[in-house]
Nanobody, 122 residues
Framework: QVHVVESGGGLVQAGGSLRLSCAAS????????MGWFRQAPGKEREFVAA???????TYYADSVKGRFTISRMNANTVYLQMNSLKPEDTAVYYC????????????????WGQGTQVTVSS
């Protein structure tokens, strides 16, 4: 059984930083792509960043480019470094894993975590 677990969320002041971690288990993920999405209260889930299975390709939403960095420590672990955080970054952040897709379409991801709350105060 596949498990995807996020950690690292919390409360931070505007301008601060957080690093989210995502750990996947239950199978070999060496050829799986991974991504981060977020959902703010009353809004639809939106794409944040993605990384290919090799780590060679990364993708970012325009709203986070230059502030967030996605990286892959190994086949099963991905990080999202978030700098210069803004109140509008407040959301539940979800990690997702895709067997054959790397990009922004959430319906193409196969496995999802339960999410971790990020709150940015002004």
């Amino acid at each position: 059984q596949v498990h995807v677990v996020e950690s690292g969320g919390g409360l931070v002041q505007a301008g601060g930083s957080l690093r989210l971690s995502c750990a996947a288990s239950g199978r070999t993920f060496s050829t799986y792509n991974m991504g981060w999405f977020r959902q703010a209260p009353g809004k639809e889930r939106e794409f944040v960043a993605a990384i290919s299975w090799s780590g060679d390709s990364t993708y970012y939403a325009d709203s986070v480019k230059g502030r967030f960095t996605i990286s892959r420590m190994n086949a099963n672990t991905v990080y999202l470094q978030m700098n210069s955080l803004k109140p509008e970054d407040t959301a539940v952040y979800y990690c997702a894993v895709a067997a054959r897709y790397s990009g922004s379409k959430d319906d193409r991801y196969d496995y999802w975590g339960q999410g971790t709350q990020v709150t940015v105060s002004s």
